[in-house]
């Protein structure tokens, strides 16, 4: 018998897995598939906490502000290369070259020192799927008014036959190539002729598909330059959010937790408010996973969580009701859509609730991220804050 099994393997699962192992937990995570880290930056969107906080059944509402901060801050801990500063948020550059509010963001993406120099370099890496240099001037130029901006165009050997038949790189495959020992050397030899190239001191470099982010010998490589290397954040699926998910599930083992992937939850066994057992698909195989406690992190909608249905929706692995919203969509495409706000409600201990009655549905179980109700992380810009701090919750608390 488990102490725990966590159902889910993104963000707030590993989180919630990782906390619970330091604290000595014998766990197991089952995950079907990445879940959305894959697809996302890499900085981790906090939101107003102290606004959404007032927003009656957000997550951020029902955790103690304390909470969110510890979780936030445990995070740190475990990544100190990420940074955040609660009184004045980063700033990051999105694949367009304009400016957003980073949260919680890894030191390679933090922009704001684009606003202390008078020139910027933007590399303008040949062939790279959706990076256009010239709207990429154009938004740095009105973001950074101070500055001049100009596109130092550049390719590579080790995609010379790509180039030669017109095939896209796109920003992973960048990424992973400046992170071998060529293209160090590469990237080495590229910034030292742009050295002999710069005039003055007041300069800094804007780097797409570069990520340095869990890279000692990237990060000492870009340091011995005279000028900051500021990365850009990618269209999805992006290199930022892959490598932070495998620097997260690396964690989880080494702190001894165990995982089945590519395995889907497809079922319960429940007793009363008791979640008993969870049946497992691997391999063609049906395995029984005991635990004493369970997370459920399978995160909603987007990571298959949920399903959706011509007549509603529905929490696919232990049949929790969800909190529907009473209209679906809205007409206008880019504004706030209801059904984001679909999920489990909890309590304050994230115990799943019954939206109709209140009453406490499961006592052994625990519900964090993108599976919980009341939240969007399309408006209010809280989607790896609210992962955090219910995932560090869930672990510390199992
Ligand atoms: C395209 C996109 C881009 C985003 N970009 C950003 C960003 O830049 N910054 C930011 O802060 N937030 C971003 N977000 C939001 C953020 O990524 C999510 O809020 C957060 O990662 C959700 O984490 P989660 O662990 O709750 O769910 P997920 O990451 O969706 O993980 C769910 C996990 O559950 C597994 N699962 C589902 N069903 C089962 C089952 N039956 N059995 C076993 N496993 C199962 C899935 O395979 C997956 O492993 C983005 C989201 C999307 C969709």
């Known amino acids: 018998m488990w102490d725990g099994v966590i159902i889910g393997g993104g963000l707030a699962g590993l989180v919630a897995g ?15 598939g990445t879940g959305s880290l894959t697809y996302s930056s890499g900085a981790l969107d ?11 059944k ?10 969110i901060r510890d979780g936030l ?6 990544f100190p290369e990420y940074r955040e500063n609660a009184e004045k948020p980063p700033l990051v550059l999105t694949p367009l070259g304009s400016c957003r509010t980073g949260g919680l963001a890894p030191a390679g993406l933090i922009a704001d020192r684009l606003s202390q120099v008078r020139n910027i370099v933007l590399m303008a890496p040949k062939g790279m799927k959706d990076f256009f240099a010239s709207v990429v001037k154009a938004n740095l130029e009105k973001e950074f008014c101070q500055s001049t901006v100009r596109i130092y165009p550049f390719q590579v050997s080790a995609f010379a036959s790509w180039y030669q038949v017109g095939r896209p790189v796109n920003g992973i495959e960048y990424a992973r190539f400046w992170r071998t020992e060529t293209g160090m050397q590469e990237l080495g030899r590229l910034l030292g002729e742009l050295t002999q190239d710069i005039e003055g001191s007041s300069v800094a470099v804007v780097f797409p598909g570069l990520t340095r982010v869990f890279s000692e010998s990237l990060q000492k490589l870009l340091a011995q330059f005279p000028f ?3 990365e850009m954040t990618d269209m999805s699926p992006a290199f930022g959010g892959d490598i932070l998910h495998e620097a997260l599930k690396r964690k989880f083992k080494e702190l001894g937790g165990e995982m089945m992937i590519g395995s889907g939850v497809w079922q319960a066994d429940c007793e009363g408010k008791t979640c008993q057992q969870v049946r497992v698909k691997s391999k063609g195989r049906d395995s029984i996973l005991k635990a004493k406690e369970f997370i459920l992190a399978t995160g909603g909608v987007f990571g298959g969580g949920v399903e959706v249905t011509p007549t509603g929706a529905q929490e696919k692995v232990l049949k929790i009701p969800l909190f529907l919203p009473s209209e679906w969509t809205q007409a206008q495409f880019l504004r706030e859509q209801p059904y984001a706000r679909l999920g489990v409600e909890v309590d304050a201990a994230l115990r799943p609730l019954d939206p109709q009655s209140g009453e406490l549905i499961f006592k052994n179980v625990r519900v964090v991220g993108r599976m919980l109700a009341h ?24």
């Not at 906090?46 to 009656?56: C, V």
């Open 73 to 78: 801050a445990y995070f740190q801990t475990l």
């Open 18 to 32: 990782i906390r619970a192992s330091e604290r000595g937990k014998k766990l197991m995570l089952v995950a079907e």
């Open 375 to 398: 939240w969007d992380p399309w408006v209010e810009f809280c989607g790896g804050g609210v992962s955090v701090a219910t995932g560090w919750l869930a672990g510390e608390t199992l």
């Open 46 to 56: 906090i939101g107003a906490i102290d606004l959404l906080q007032r927003s009656e």
């Open 228 to 230: 900051p290397v500021v």
């Open 58 to 67: 957000h997550p951020y509402a029902l955790l103690q502000e304390k909470s």
